[in-house]
Nanobody
């Protein structure tokens, strides 16, 4: 199986930046795509960004496009989410996820097989 551990969350003022990291271990050869999702209190989990594990193709939700950048370091089995120009509405628990599924859409949470424990991101106004 695959284990995912997130890091890098915290408290930041609006307009600031944070960088999240997701380290994958175990049977990482199973991974086709890595994604980031977030869930704010009282809201459903929503897609943020994704990257294909080998090809580097990237995807973004419209709400973060131009502000967030996803990248990967295959040698370290790590995916990063650089978050700039943060807004209070970005406040949420951010989850890293890994998918073995080559068919499901990148923004469909049900298509991801492995999930991290989540890391809190709080943006103050």
């Amino acid at each position: 199986q695959v284990q995912l551990v997130e890091s890098g969350g915290g408290l930041v003022q609006a307009g600031g930046s944070l960088r999240l990291a997701c380290a994958a271990s175990g049977r990482t050869f199973l991974i086709y795509r890595m994604g980031w999702f977030r869930q704010a209190p009282g809201k459903e989990r929503e897609f943020v960004s994704a990257i294909s594990w080998n090809g580097g193709r990237t995807y973004y939700a419209d709400s973060v496009k131009g502000r967030f950048t996803i990248s990967r370091e295959n040698a370290e089995n790590t995916v990063y989410l650089q978050m700039d120009s943060l807004r209070p509405e970005d406040t949420a628990v951010y989850y890293c996820a890994a998918s073995r599924n080559v068919i499901s859409s990148q923004d469909y949470a049900g298509g991801y097989d492995y999930w991290g424990q989540g890391t809190q991101v709080t943006v103050s106004s």
